[in-house]
Every structure is written in C-alpha cells, then in structure tokens.
C-alpha cells in the first residue's frame, strides 16, 4: 500500500495528481524489490553480470511492472488544506493505493508463462531458492490480510 499525494486548486487534477503519484511508487517499490533481490538470483543461478539473460530479467521486471500499475486500486482518499493551501488557493489530495498479493503473484506468473516453460531464465526462476522466498513472503503478506476468524 502506498499513499499518493496531489496538490491543485482542481478537485479532479488534484485526485489525478495523486493517483498518478500512487502509481508510480508501486512501480518503483517492485523494481527496487526485483533490483535488491536480482543479486541472490544471478549468484546463485551463476548469471553473469555480462550475460544475455540479464536483459530478459530486466525486460520481465519492467513489463510486470507495468501490469503492476494496472492491477493496483483505489482503497481510500482524502482531502485537507494546510496554511500553505489556503494562501495558495489549492487542496492536497491523498489516495490510498495498493495490490493484493494474489494479483501480484498471478500478473508475475502470467509474464513467465508467457515466455513458455522453455526458457532458460524461466527454468533457473523455477529452481532457484529466490522462488521460494518470493512464495514465501508472498503468502505472509496475504496472511496479514485474512480476516481473523473466531470458532
């Protein structure tokens, strides 16, 4: 979750502002997140730093990235006015922004699978210790959001 913040004297570009803002710190939150995990992978795949397959990590990161941003939503906004904003006539905007786990892990799985099992990156992904860090804390984060259930 992220909060994306938008200032103008416009309700509606304000609120746009501020969605556009959301978005663009999922997306660097998840490339961030691929960039400090990548080293793990290419270590323990014994992926070069020159090598052919780093393009194509790179290419996967940035086009789920982008599907990041489409899968995210809107869970909240509001609106205040510091001193700053009334001398200056403007509102700032707050959007609360997030994607479910669930959606993360299916947009990841669709991109590799639209590679096909037969790619070389694919096959290291599915083997690598990296995968099963990634499912692991994929699956504490989806536990902080079940409801608790009394029997």
Do not use: C, W
Request: no cysteine.
């Amino acid at each position: 979750m992220v909060v994306g913040i938008g200032v103008s004297q416009r309700v509606d570009l304000g609120e746009r502002k501020a969605v556009m803002n959301a978005k663009q710190q999922i997306s660097e939150s998840y490339k961030d997140y691929v960039k400090a995990s990548t080293e793990d992978f290419r270590s323990e795949t014994g992926i070069g730093p020159g090598s052919e397959m780093n393009d194509d990590f790179e290419n996967f990161v940035e086009s789920v990235s982008l599907r990041l941003v489409e899968g995210a939503r809107m869970h909240s906004t509001d609106s205040y006015r510091s001193k700053s904003d009334r001398k200056n006539g403007t509102y700032t905007y707050l959007v609360l922004y997030g994607i479910s786990p669930q959606t993360l892990k299916n947009m990841m799985e669709t991109e590799m699978n639209k590679r096909g099992n037969d790619d070389v990156l694919y096959q290291k992904f599915m083997k690598s210790e990296y995968k099963k860090e990634h499912d692991k804390k994929v699956a504490e984060f989806k536990q902080m959001f079940e409801p608790d259930i009394d029997d």
